[in-house]
């Protein structure tokens, strides 16, 4: 069965301090999709990053970096630098179709950045 | 990136009454929407996929009787809430599957539904 594991509920930091948000996957598949989107208090959702099971090659956006590791399936999220504005909860989320067509969503880690 | 619109963005309506709330994509055209349901502080769970000009696909658990999806043209797909009740109160929020984007999947505001 899939699964998507964000143990972190909750994370509080102070502005300019880095974040790690966790993310562990289960899948069989081997050809599968890796997301994470960002929820602010509006409630939409902002997608920020999809990554193929094939490039594990890590990502770097401005302040934003993710780590893929295969071998202990986990695609973790650091905010380098964290600003009041990346206060928000984050979704990381599995599709294990070329068309993306179901998302499995972990149950999100709500960061909150203090000023 | 696509735009993908829902109306309304929040409705308030009694018990046993009906609502519909609509999910469009603004500058393309999408075969396939999806709707989703959100509980407070939880995660997003899939209800239907929503075709154009065919059936809806349900999840499991899901009352198609209950949660009507129609997809009537490439840009719009509806989801009404029939004989709404206190326990539907919930955030909706619909995507829709961009075929110019590696069919990436554009998510819409989201509506807020309160059942009184």
């Known amino acids: 069965a899939q699964k998507v594991t964000q143990a972190q509920t909750e994370i509080s930091v102070v502005e300019k301090e880095d974040v790690t948000l966790d993310c562990v996957y289960e899948t069989r598949d081997t050809t599968y999709y890796l997301f994470w989107y960002k929820q602010p208090p509006s409630g939409e959702l902002v997608f920020l990053i999809r990554?193929?099971?094939?490039?594990?090659q890590n990502e770097i956006s401005g302040r934003y970096s993710w780590n893929f590791q295969k071998s202990t399936s986990s695609f973790n999220f650091t905010i380098t630098a964290s600003q009041v504005v990346d206060s928000a909860v984050y979704f990381c989320?599995?599709?294990?179709?070329?068309?993306?067509?179901?998302?499995?969503f972990g149950t999100g880690t709500r960061l909150q950045v203090f000023p | 990136g696509a735009v993908v619109s829902q109306h309304p963005s929040w409705v308030i309506c009694k018990s046993g009454t009906s609502v519909k709330i609509e999910c469009r994509s603004l500058d393309f055209q999408a075969t396939t929407m999806f709707w989703y349901r959100q509980f407070p502080k939880q995660s997003l769970m899939l209800m239907a996929t929503?075709?154009?000009?065919?059936?809806?696909?349900?999840e499991q658990g899901v009352e198609k009787d209950k949660f009507l999806i129609n997809h009537a043209s490439l840009t719009l797909s509806t989801l009404t809430v029939t004989s709404a009740h206190p326990e539907d109160s919930s955030f909706y929020i619909c995507?829709?599957?961009?075929?110019?984007?590696?069919?990436?999947?554009?998510f819409g505001p989201g509506t807020r539904l309160t059942v009184l």
């Open positions: 989320a599995l599709s294990d179709t070329f068309n993306t067509d179901k998302l499995i």
């Open positions: 995507s829709a599957r961009d075929f110019r984007e590696w069919n990436e999947q554009f």
């Open positions: 929503s075709n154009e000009g065919s059936k809806a696909t349900y």
């Open positions: 990554r193929n099971s094939f490039d594990e």
